[in-house]
Structure formats: structure tokens, C-alpha cells
């Protein structure tokens, strides 16, 4: 493998709030005399990503996400720890590195209000320099990929949130860029618009391979998109690897769902195989531990015999396993 | 040429944008008309009663009435529009996405919107300030030339002492009541800073040089601005500005975002 697109060395940065106590008389005091307290918002993280890759990162509010994004395309300085992004060091903003990046923001937008996107376009053409003939193909792509039409005609603020974001996108992406930085790109938008945006990233990812970093709170953006996840927790680093080992890493257990046959589930305890975590009609859920998982699911099948309709084994939902990483801060690296 | 070719380019997108809204144009339009003919009305009454105030006949009252309008609606066409828009960008955090651009974020940000009805200001300006002219008729290449170059310095003068003041805007985020105190002071501008009062005409000259910028120019029309007088407004001009970007950029170290 070659050099890495992104290669994160113990990056940190630390900022320094100012801290209020509720009411008036706190208010006036803090007008006078501030009290300010550091905040580790990024404490000391490592990572690789190679060309074309898409990385899902992950973490609650406030993990260090957007931090992390923002020193990457080049807005913060950190404060500590080296990053180089295509070789450049991002927070020198050289133009040679911001013309081959971009970062796009699900909850603002760099679109001006009150004129056509296509107008938004053409001023972007010209502050990165595309050459008309590559513009005018760039804005074919992406208007067939996102579907655009006339939306880019209608004054932004005539546009719905989700047709905002694809032009937002397209907006983003005229420059063409070999990295994209997405922050939240699908927050507020309904399932739909949610499931396209997830098709036009996969889809501009294998036609350009562009190497994308992205952030998301929905689950189902990160399994749709990204083979490889990177777990931050209050500034650190919890997990980097296959999104598949992620369940297999944080959660030391596996979901078993019984369906048991009419009238059996009222005689029938299951408690005896594992923890009940659910109960639906004739459907049971069981959480055991995962090494005892087959033995547990074998003996269902010989015991219940007749009285079962059917059996499944699973990981659980990617929700729960992050939940559960989140809440009890477990450390573990895959790499 | 690649930033003149932006700013022809953002100006025709917001011409476009003003050009949608037919009433509004029409209105502001009236509007300008109206405030630049009652100064003037103001200025003739003025003097009906007197021929000369301190030194500045009708005449060169007109030529620096002229040249405060062409101060001013530049102020108006580009520097309010896009200043404002600079400080809603930081309280949003949409200032990254200048930021992140392969070009001057400055020039992005600071010469980004325009309220292109303003040039009517500026050619009634023109008008008012080519009347007045008339009556001293002393305009030779020479004093043209020096007009040229003061106006020139009186925008880089007023675009310098706005860039520090909205630098503020990185600390403080909301400064409108600062940005609010500039543009009454600009007002000021319209009559001859050498007839207020010295501790005025001081602060009008350097602190706030928006007396500098609208007297300096109708002096050198009128032939009243000498050799030196304009060298040091140029040299005095091209400090401030590189003054002010350097103040903005010690400003843009302690942005971070609305969020982050």
C-alpha cells in the first residue's frame, strides 16, 4: 500500500471555555471576572486511512468528532500531535490542499439564501479555477447522480431541507476533491432523502475514488457506507476496524429470537437459557454470552423440540453495540 | 485579474438578486434621490446667508457634498453589505467555508455582497460633486489625477477602519452597536472637517478618517490638496490597509466555529 490519504499521529486539541452558573448574579459576575476551564475535546488520537477508502467516525456528542474534522480540513490548529491530509499539513491551508478537499456540513450550508444554486456553482467555478469544459461535466454528474434538474434554478430558499442538502453537496463537490470531509451529512432529512444521499456518497466514492471521512448519529449511514469504523469517546480513540468486528469487539454477547408455537410461550420459561430480554406474542429474545451462543441455541432447538417455530442468532443491532461502548468505555483497538 | 474577475462575478450575482425585487429597487432609489436633493437644498439655503464657511464657497461645498455621496455609497454599495454579512457568518460559523477556499478569505468575505442601487448614490455623487466643479473651474489633468488617487484612498481608508472594527467580531461576536457608531460618524463627513472643533477635526482625521476620506478628495479637485498632502494620504492609506488585514488575521486565530 502506498502512502496514507490521512495519517493522524497523537493529535490533540484542547480548548478553553467559559463557565457560568445559571442567574442573573452568576451572569454579572461572569461579565467581570470569567471562569475559564480546558476542555480536551481531542486527547490524543491515531489513525491511517488509505486511498479511497470510506471511514464511518463515530462517537456521542461532544466525543470530538467535529474537532477532529475541522483540525483535518485545515479550520483549527491543534494542540498537539502531527496530521498530514494528500501530504499537506491542514491547518497551513495552503491552496494546493484546499483545492483538493472539501468539508460539508449537514446543519450549515455555504449556499448564498436568495439566488439559484447554479449561480452559487458558477462563483465556485471560478475561486477553484475548473476549467469550463470539466465544470460543465462535474455539474452533469452530479446533477444526474443527485438528481437535481431544475433545483438548481429555484432561489435556495425555496428548496426543502433535503433538496438543500443535494445541492449543498453538489456545491461541495465542484472542485472535484480527493478527500471529502462529511460532517452529519443526512441529519434532519427524512428516511428517503436519507437512503439517496447514502447512495449518491457510495456511488461518487466508487466512480471518483474519492477517500471519505464521515461522521453520522444514524447508524444505518455508517452500515450502508462504511466497511471500516473509528470509535472516539471524550477525546479518545475506543476502537479502528472492519465495521463487521465491531459487535464481535464491544459486545461480549449475542441476541437469540425463539418463536415458539401457539399456547407454548404461556408454559414455557426460557429464563433457564439466557437473560429475556423481550417478549412479543410467541417471540422471545434472549441476550447470552457470546461464546456460550451455539451451545445455548442447541440446546433450545433439543429441549423445546415441537413447541419451536423457529430460531435465529444474531449480532446485535449496531445501535445497541455502540450504546453499549459509549456507556461503559471500553478500550480495545483492532488494528 | 482572477480577483477582478470574482468581483465582476459576485456583483452581477447580486445585481441578479436586487433586479428580482422591482419595488424595493424603485424605493430605494426614491429614497437616495430624496436624502442627496434635501442635503443639497440644505447646503444652497446655507448659502443664501453666507459666501464663504471657513475658507469653502458654494462651489467646493458642492464638490465635497459630491464626494461624501461617492464615499458613502461605496461604503453602502459593497463594504456595508458584505461587513454585515461578515459578521452574521461568524455567529453562524459559516466563516469556514471562506476559510476553506483555495483564495484570500478577506477578499471572500469583505468584498462578497453589494447593494448595487448604492451606485445611483455614487453617480448623483458624481453629479453633485461635477456641478459644484463648475463653479471653481480650476480642473486641470493634474488636480483630476490627485482626485482620482484621494478617492481611491478614501476607500481604502474607510475599508481598513471597517475591516479593524468588524475584527472585533471575532471576540466579542455581536458588534453591531460598534458597526452602528462608524456609520453616524460617517455622517460627520458631509461638511469640511476643518470647521469643527479641534478635538473633532482630530478625531475625524485619524481615528475615524472619515473626514480625511471625503475632504481630502474635494480638496484635491478644487486644487486645494498639495504634492505632499497626497503623499501622505497615500502612504497614511496603503498603512491602515495593511494595517487592518493584519489586526483581521490576528482575529481569525481565536475563531473557531460556532461549534466545535
Given at each position: 500500500m502506498g502512502e496514507p490519504i490521512i495519517?493522524?499521529?497523537d493529535l490533540r486539541k484542547t480548548f478553553r471555555v467559559t463557565e457560568r452558573q445559571e442567574g442573573l448574579a452568576a451572569t454579572l459576575r461572569s461579565f467581570v471576572r470569567r471562569q475559564r476551564r480546558d476542555v480536551n475535546a481531542v486527547a490524543g488520537i491515531t489513525f491511517r486511512i488509505e486511498a479511497g477508502e470510506v471511514v464511518g467516525f463515530l462517537g456521542p456528542n461532544g466525543a470530538g468528532k467535529t474537532t477532529t474534522l475541522k483540525v483535518l480540513s485545515g479550520l483549527l490548529y491543534p494542540t498537539a500531535g502531527e496530521a498530514h491530509v494528500l501530504g499537506f499539513v491542514p491547518w497551513r491551508r495552503e491552496n494546493a490542499y484546499l483545492q483538493q478537499m472539501t468539508l460539508l456540513m449537514g446543519n450549515r450550508t455555504q449556499l448564498v439564501w436568495d439566488i439559484p444554486a447554479a449561480d452559487s456553482f458558477r462563483v465556485l467555478q471560478e475561486i477553484y479555477g475548473v476549467p469550463d469544459e470539466s465544470f460543465r461535466r462535474t455539474v452533469g454528474e452530479l446533477t444526474e447522480l443527485l438528481e437535481l434538474q431544475d433545483l438548481v434554478h429555484k432561489p435556495v430558499r425555496n428548496l426543502s431541507l433535503g433538496e438543500r442538502m443535494k445541492v449543498e453537496f453538489a456545491a461541495g463537490l465542484i472542485q472535484s476533491p480527493r478527500v471529502a470531509f462529511l460532517d452529519e451529512p443526512t441529519i434532519g432529512l427524512d428516511v428517503s432523502m436519507q437512503s439517496r444521499i447514502r447512495r449518491f456518497v457510495a456511488e461518487y466514492n466508487r466512480r471518483t475514488g474519492a477517500t471519505i471521512l464521515l461522521t453520522s448519529h444514524y447508524m444505518d449511514d455508517v452500515v450502508a457506507l462504511c466497511r471500516r469504523v473509528i470509535v472516539i469517546h471524550h477525546g479518545h480513540l475506543l476502537y479502528d476496524g472492519p465495521l463487521a468486528d465491531l459487535a464481535e469487539r464491544m459486545a461480549p454477547y449475542k441476541i437469540?429470537?425463539?418463536?415458539?408455537?401457539?399456547?407454548?410461550?404461556?408454559?414455557?420459561?426460557?429464563a433457564a437459557y439466557g437473560t429475556v430480554t423481550g417478549r412479543?406474542?410467541?417471540?422471545?429474545?434472549?441476550?447470552?454470552?457470546?461464546q456460550g451462543a451455539p451451545e445455548r441455541a442447541a440446546r433450545l432447538v433439543n429441549e423445546l423440540g415441537e413447541n419451536l417455530a423457529d430460531i435465529s442468532v444474531e449480532d446485535p443491532p449496531i445501535e445497541e453495540v455502540i450504546d453499549r461502548v459509549f456507556s461503559e468505555e471500553r478500550v480495545?483497538?483492532?488494528? | 485579474m482572477r480577483y477582478l474577475r470574482l468581483l465582476a462575478l459576485f456583483f452581477r450575482t447580486e445585481l441578479q438578486y436586487e433586479l428580482e425585487y422591482r419595488t424595493n429597487l424603485a424605493l430605494e432609489i426614491v429614497q437616495i434621490v430624496v436624502i442627496i436633493t434635501t442635503s443639497v437644498g440644505a447646503v444652497l439655503i446655507l448659502f443664501n446667508y453666507t459666501t464663504v464657511l471657513n475658507g469653502w464657497d458654494l462651489g467646493a461645498m458642492l464638490v465635497l457634498l459630491g464626494c461624501f455621496y461617492l464615499v458613502q455609497g461605496f461604503g453602502e454599495l459593497v463594504l456595508q453589505p458584505s461587513f454585515e454579512k461578515f459578521m452574521e457568518h461568524v455567529r453562524l460559523g459559516t466563516l469556514d467555508f471562506a476559510l476553506l477556499?483555495?483564495?484570500?478569505?478577506?477578499?471572500?468575505?469583505?468584498?462578497?455582497?453589494?447593494q448595487v442601487v448604492q451606485l445611483g448614490q455614487m453617480g448623483l455623487g458624481a453629479v453633485v460633486a461635477i456641478v459644484g466643479l463648475g463653479r471653481i473651474s480650476t480642473l486641470g489633468p493634474g488636480e483630476a489625477v490627485a482626485f482620482a488617487v484621494a478617492l481611491v484612498c478614501g476607500f481604502v481608508l474607510i475599508y481598513a477602519l471597517l475591516l479593524a472594527l468588524s475584527t472585533f467580531a471575532f471576540w466579542f461576536v455581536r458588534i453591531d452597536n460598534l458597526m452602528a457608531i462608524y456609520w453616524s460618524f460617517l455622517d460627520a463627513g458631509r461638511f469640511p472637517v476643518d470647521i469643527y472643533p479641534g478635538w473633532l477635526r482630530v478625531t475625524l482625521s485619524t481615528a475615524v478618517p472619515v473626514g480625511v476620506a471625503v475632504t481630502l478628495p474635494a480638496q484635491a479637485i478644487s486644487g486645494r490638496l498639495d504634492l505632499f498632502g497626497l503623499a501622505v494620504l497615500v502612504v497614511g492609506s496603503i498603512a491602515a490597509f495593511i494595517l487592518s488585514s493584519l489586526f483581521w488575521r490576528v482575529g481569525l486565530r481565536s475563531y473557531t466555529g460556532a461549534s466545535a
Open positions: 495519517d493522524v499521529r437469540i429470537t425463539a418463536t415458539l408455537r401457539d399456547g407454548a410461550a404461556a408454559t414455557i420459561d426460557l412479543d406474542e410467541g417471540r422471545v429474545t434472549l441476550k447470552v454470552d457470546r480495545g483497538t483492532a488494528t | 477556499k483555495p483564495a484570500s478569505a478577506q477578499f471572500l468575505v469583505t468584498l462578497r455582497n453589494f
